[in-house]
């Protein structure tokens, strides 16, 4: 089975901030990604997904952007931060046991003050 | 497009209390339907699923069944524990996809 590292844990940056988050994957090999954000008050919503390197669907439009330079690497970036990317950001991909579910990372939450 | 639309939280209980969590759902297709849960501090663990109407899934004493008809997948418990505390999510992914389209979340509270 596979196993998603998710980091930092936690984060704390200031409005104006860059942000970059990492996901990487060990156990599969070129897995359907995805990046979810849950919002204090809300659930959870799809914000990015990609289905191999280089590759990268927006979900929602935002202040924020996604990358996947290689195969079972994710990542989560900005360029300046907004007080509304507050959130818990979870990283995850297709379980290899069952492919119609998804299976979580440990997720970073980030506060932006 | 898709939605799931779950019961609003929190849901505050006694010890070995009948736990049921509304959740309905739109979609196109013929969804998979799933109930995720998140405890204190941790990510999302998969708690149960239904791939079909009339499945029923269950996991650590919980259950929900697909009921196409209501278009619902209301999630059960008979008897509930401190532990079970937890913030637990109704979701939908269409047939093909992968991409999971989640409820609000509705927290559960269970004392002792």
């Known amino acids: 089975s596979q196993t998603i590292h998710q980091w930092p844990a936690t984060l704390v940056q200031p409005v104006g901030s860059p942000l970059s988050l990492e996901c990487t994957v060990e156990g599969t090999s070129n897995p359907n990604l995805y990046w979810y954000r849950q919002a204090a008050g809300r659930g959870l919503q799809l914000l990015f997904y990609?289905?191999?390197?280089?590759?990268i669907s927006s979900e929602v439009p935002q202040n924020l952007s996604a990358s996947r330079p290689q195969d079972r690497q994710f990542i989560l970036s900005s360029k300046k931060l907004l007080l509304s990317d507050s959130g818990f950001y979870l990283c995850?991909?297709?379980?290899?046991?069952?492919?119609?579910?998804?299976?979580f990372g440990p997720g970073t939450r980030l506060t932006v003050l | 497009g898709n939605s799931v639309t779950q019961m609003e939280g929190p849901v505050t209980l006694s010890e070995e209390a009948f736990l049921t969590i509304n959740c309905t759902y739109t979609a196109t297709g013929y969804p998979s339907l799933f109930w995720y849960v998140q405890y204190p501090g941790e990510g999302l663990q998969l708690l149960l699923k239904a791939t079909k109407a009339d499945d029923k899934g269950s996991n650590k004493g919980f259950e929900a069944t697909y009921r196409k008809e209501t278009t619902s997948f209301h999630l059960e418990k008979g008897s509930v524990q401190v532990s079970d505390s937890a913030v637990y999510f109704c979701?939908?992914?269409?047939?093909?996809?992968?991409?999971?389209?989640f409820g609000t979340g509705t927290r559960l509270l269970v004392s002792p």
């Open positions: 979701a939908l992914s269409e047939s093909g996809f992968q991409k999971l389209v």
């Open positions: 995850a991909c297709p379980d290899t046991d069952s492919y119609n579910e998804q299976f």
């Open positions: 990609s289905v191999g390197i280089g590759q």
